[in-house]
């Protein structure tokens, strides 16, 4: 059984777009925050957009004006547009999805842009 169910990355050119998605199960109740984080190659993980139950964003600075967070609350679905993306943008994206009781992880998907 996986909790987090993640999607949509692969290779890219520069300048292209990428739509991930992440499905909570469903059996997964009471989901507050859901968020994506990524894990560029040598670094450590790093927030790049999360959304709260009720739609407000957040944005990590080199994210912000390009990618796009949003949500389905009622089927537990996370969504990340990436937009004119750069090399830089590479690395591992995580899910992650916060209930009041704990916390939630996928096992990550590969975004890679080439210039």
């Known amino acids: 059984q996986e909790q987090l169910v993640e999607s949509g990355g692969g290779w890219v050119q520069a300048g292209g777009s990428l739509r991930l998605s992440c499905a909570a199960s469903?059996?997964?109740?009471?989901?507050?925050?859901m968020a994506w984080y990524r894990q560029p190659p040598g670094r450590q993980r790093e927030l790049v957009a999360s959304?709260?139950?009720?739609?407000?964003?957040n944005y990590a600075g080199a994210a912000k004006g390009r990618f796009t967070i949003s949500r389905d609350s009622v089927k537990n679905t996370a969504y990340l547009e990436m937009n004119s993306l750069k090399p830089e943008d590479t690395g591992v994206y995580y899910c992650?999805?916060?209930?009041?009781?704990?916390?939630?992880w996928g096992q990550g998907t590969q975004v890679t842009v080439s210039s």
């Open positions: 959304i709260t139950r009720v739609g407000n964003k």
């Open positions: 469903i059996t997964i109740i009471g989901i507050n925050d």
């Open positions: 992650n999805a916060r209930s009041p009781w704990r916390e939630y």
